[in-house]
């Protein structure tokens, strides 16, 4: 892999953010529009639930983790729907740039607007709430980590999706993390489910942070059983939608898909 | 039948493109028939055929971003179904359906493709092209609110971003007035005779494929139906221009009567 191809897909980015304000709001907006909403309702629920619970670092917490990962997702998706939009296919992928340096672009990308909410959310969430994100130590870098790598493999399954059947497919991925909310636990523990959603649960790293961040705000010891597994199970994905990619972009060259994607809109 | 394949490099030095047995088909319909060429650096090569006929499918396939069924493509020597990255650092393209992200501007498109193909001092590079293409005074606009015309001089500098040995033009001045054309061409016949570039142009004008190609290939139903110079392949055929051949190619393919001078 080149160094100066994957700063070029970054550097478009920065382009299109510098020259549009209204994007960096849309990164900060709506998760700290999340954060407020959320805020006020632990608030709410610690003065009429009267079992002693803080909710702030509870459900507080889990929605800005779940709203980072969701952000992971969307960074690498919305990144490599600019190139669809502005129908850039045929110029980006018939110069050398290999498929690698281009989601490695994208995944860069991502973490860097994904960083701008994360701050945003920490930043409403401390200040206004109260809560301590960081005083839970390493395990909560450890976490975010895992969730970074699956929030990039839900964004490169969303591209391949779209890759695969086309810009109209595009609806397909707005609602993939809330599909998947529900079985990754994100606000209640894991025993709650019924056992075909906890079978489906153990796929999805998020349920095991989830469960692990709950328990160490419950006092338990360190979940490192749960974070190798949670972490296994994220690897693992990130490989498999890796090569899913590679497979779907195979076939658009073989099809003519990808070339089509400039030349005409593809329904 | 005339079904000509032509290679006329006549230089000891490898072609900037040799296309060998190219075949496409799609679900049972075959886009390309066992097509080959060459073009010589150096080199304007005229890529004609009526709609349908393969063109864009010869260049889609050349660019990497169509895989043929079977048959090579190396640009510059270096084979592209191996070593794709490499051979398409040498490669470049400008097409009237491909046109520069609308919402970069001009320089931040040469920018941004500069350092997709790795260039080295691009800086001074962005601001010879945006020279050479006088897009100086537009360089901070975006493309997509540039006329075709500057459109067009924007792509054609983003297609020598990397001074490429094989240049593909698929109707690169369709969009433009006779001036902007004519310097466009002049342009582009100097990149070819001066710095040994390789070109294979497309275009329905027979007039502007007259004044620019060394060569032309007709394509028909994905076959190279006739290849030669396109001063004489009128006269060769029994035609009274150019336009004229294109027109019986397009009507009555694989049926045109060969001629010998």
């Known amino acids: 892999m080149k160094l100066r191809p994957i700063l070029a897909i970054v550097l478009r980015q920065l382009y299109l953010l510098r020259q549009s304000p209204v994007r960096i709001f849309g990164l900060i907006v709506w998760v700290t529009i999340d954060i407020v909403l959320w805020g006020f309702i632990t608030r709410y629920l610690n003065t009429v639930s009267g079992s002693g619970v803080n909710f702030v670092p509870t459900l507080l917490g889990a929605v800005l983790l779940w709203d980072f990962c969701e952000r992971m997702m969307q960074g690498v998706s919305t990144a490599f729907l600019e190139d669809v939009w502005s129908r850039n296919f045929l110029n980006l992928f018939s110069s050398p740039l290999s498929i690698a340096e281009y989601i490695s672009g994208l995944v860069i990308t991502s973490m860097l607007t994904s960083s701008l909410g994360l701050v945003a959310m920490l930043v409403v969430a401390t200040a206004v709430f109260h809560l301590q994100f960081f005083t839970l130590g390493l395990p909560v870098g450890a976490f975010i980590l895992v969730l970074f790598v699956f929030g990039i493999s839900l964004g490169i399954l969303a591209t391949a999706i779209v890759l695969r059947f086309g810009p109209a497919a595009e609806w397909l991925l707005w609602p993939l993390p809330a599909l998947l909310s529900p079985f990754a636990a994100v606000f209640y523990p894991l025993a709650i489910l019924p056992p075909w959603m906890q079978a489906v649960a153990r796929v999805l790293p998020p349920a095991y942070v989830f469960e692990g961040m709950r328990g160490l705000l419950a006092g338990d010891a360190f979940p490192t059983r749960l974070l190798l597994e949670g972490g296994g199970v994220a690897v693992v994905e990130l490989f498999a939608v890796a090569y899913l990619y590679a497979r779907v972009y195979r076939r658009a060259v073989r099809t003519g898909l990808l070339a089509r994607y400039s030349a005409e809109g593809v329904a | ?261």
Request: contains cysteine; charged residues 20%.
């Open chain 2, 1 to 261: 039948m005339a079904h000509l394949t032509s290679t006329t490099s006549s230089d000891d030095a490898p072609p900037a493109l040799r296309v060998a047995g190219l075949t496409k088909q799609y679900a049972g319909v075959t886009a390309l028939d066992d097509v080959s060429f060459t073009v010589a650096r150096g080199e304007i090569v005229g890529l004609l055929g009526p709609n349908g006929a393969g063109k864009t499918t010869t260049i889609n396939v050349i660019l990497g971003v169509l895989e043929p069924t079977s048959g090579s493509v190396a640009i510059d020597s270096i084979d592209l179904a191996t070593a794709r990255s490499l051979a398409l650092t040498r490669a470049n393209f400008a097409a009237v359906y491909a046109a520069l992200p609308g919402n970069l501007t001009v320089k931040q498109n040469l920018r941004f493709f500069g350092l997709l193909y790795s260039i080295d001092a691009l800086a001074s590079r962005v601001d010879q092209l945006l020279g050479e293409f006088d897009l100086v005074h537009l360089r901070d606009t975006r493309c997509g609110l540039l006329s075709s015309g500057e459109q067009t001089r924007a792509a054609l500098a983003k297609a020598l971003i990397n001074r490429p040995s094989l240049l593909l033009l698929d109707e690169p001045t369709a969009s433009l007035d006779p001036s902007a054309a004519q310097i466009i061409r002049e342009r582009i016949k100097r990149l070819a005779s001066q710095e040994g570039c390789g070109i294979l142009w497309t275009s329905h004008n027979m007039q502007e494929v007259q004044a620019v190609c060394d060569r032309v290939l007709f394509l028909s139903h994905g076959k190279v139906l006739l290849a030669g110079d396109p001063n004489r392949l009128p006269q060769d055929h029994g035609a009274a221009s150019l336009e004229e051949l294109f027109i019986r190619v397009a009507r009555e393919p694989l049926t045109l009567p060969e001629r010998g001078p």
